[in-house]
Each structure stands twice: as structure tokens, then as C-alpha cells.
């Protein structure tokens, strides 16, 4: 009897870092996307309308990869193998909408905002389903950065991020790609 008391334990411990790597790994891949899309973006938007706008949510994006280099860092999980790939495809998607003109950055925004959005609820959900109190301080700054990534969902809207040509296409083409880095990361 003892033996599989210990045995549950140690494999809930286990699922648990699984769970816990699982989260730290892909939110780290996503906030580094993030910056890389805000540097790709000003790259070519420099100067104009909407630059202190996308410097103010970039600023944002670096702190949160901050956040998450330093819980790579505690939890003793590496980034994603993919994080070079990531963080190409990721500038060449902020230099190719920032070369729509501000509606198209501020699309892209929407667009990945709205699915990070949805992915940082569902983690939460996740967590919360293992164990709230063990889980409290990440629970706690994945909630912060949710809320975060939802504000600058409403600023690309207030900014005409819903005016881009043609946004239902690159929307989904964003939010598809956006899923398939999830998946990879999750995994790898």
C-alpha cells in the first residue's frame, strides 16, 4: 500500500513539471514571437502615426519575455529547438503587415492577440485543474500577462486593425500559424 502512495505521488509530481514545462516553454516562444513582430513592425513603421503606439506595446512584450527568460530559468526549461525559426518568421511577419500600412500591424495584433488570449485562459484552466495553490504565482502572472495581451487586442482594434485588406484572410493565416508554433512548442 505504502509503495503505491509513494508511486501516485512521484507521478503527480512528474505530470505536474510535464505541465509545468509545457506552459513556461510555450509562453516563452510566444512572447519572444511577440517581440520580434513589434521590432519587425517598427522597423518599417518607424516614424509614423502609430510608431509610439506599437513602441508602447512592444515595451510591454519585452518585459513579459522577461518574465518568461526568468521562469525558463526557475523551472529549469529550455526554450523551444524552434525559438531561431520562431523569431524569423515572427520579425518577417511584423516587417510584411507593417508593410500594409498601420491598419495591417495593427491586424496582426488583433489577430495574434485574440489567440493568445484564448491560449493564456485555457493554460489557465489547465493549471487551475491540477492544483490552484501550487500553481498560485504562475497562476498569478500568466493572468497579468493574459490581461496585458488582451489590451493590446482592444488597442489594435481602437487603431483600425479591423480595416486591413482583406483582414478575415490574414487573420486566419496569423491565427494559423500562431497555432501550428503552439503545437510545436508544446511539444518541443
Keep these: 500500500m505504502h509503495r503505491s502512495v ?15 514545462e509545457k506552459v513556461v516553454r510555450v509562453d516563452h516562444a510566444g512572447e519572444l514571437g511577440a ?4 521590432a519587425g513592425q517598427m522597423a518599417v513603421l518607424k516614424g509614423s502615426s502609430v510608431s509610439d503606439i506599437i513602441k508602447g ?5 519585452k ?22 525559426i520562431f523569431s524569423v518568421a515572427a520579425y518577417a511577419l511584423g516587417v510584411g503587415t507593417a508593410l500594409m500600412g498601420k491598419e495591417g500591424a495593427m491586424a496582426c495584433t ?3 492577440e485574440e489567440l493568445i488570449g484564448k491560449h493564456y485562459n485555457s493554460q489557465l484552466k489547465e493549471l487551475i485543474d491540477d492544483d490552484p495553490n501550487e500553481h498560485k504565482e504562475l497562476l498569478d502572472t500568466l493572468t497579468r500577462l493574459r490581461d496585458e495581451e488582451l489590451h493590446h487586442h482592444d488597442t489594435g482594434i481602437a487603431h483600425d486593425g479591423l480595416k486591413a485588406p482583406m483582414y478575415d484572410v490574414l487573420k486566419s493565416v496569423i491565427q494559423t500559424g500562431c497555432k501550428g508554433a503552439i503545437w510545436i512548442a508544446e511539444k518541443v
Design 57 to 61: 506595446m512592444w515595451d510591454e512584450e
Design 110 to 112: 488583433v489577430a495574434v
Design 63 to 84: 518585459e513579459h519575455l522577461d518574465t518568461m527568460e526568468r521562469l525558463c530559468a526557475k523551472h529549469q526549461v529550455p526554450p523551444t529547438i524552434f525559438a531561431p
Design 35 to 38: 517581440d520580434r513582430i513589434y
Design 6 to 20: 509513494v508511486r501516485l505521488a512521484v507521478n503527480a509530481n512528474f505530470s505536474r513539471q510535464k505541465l509545468i
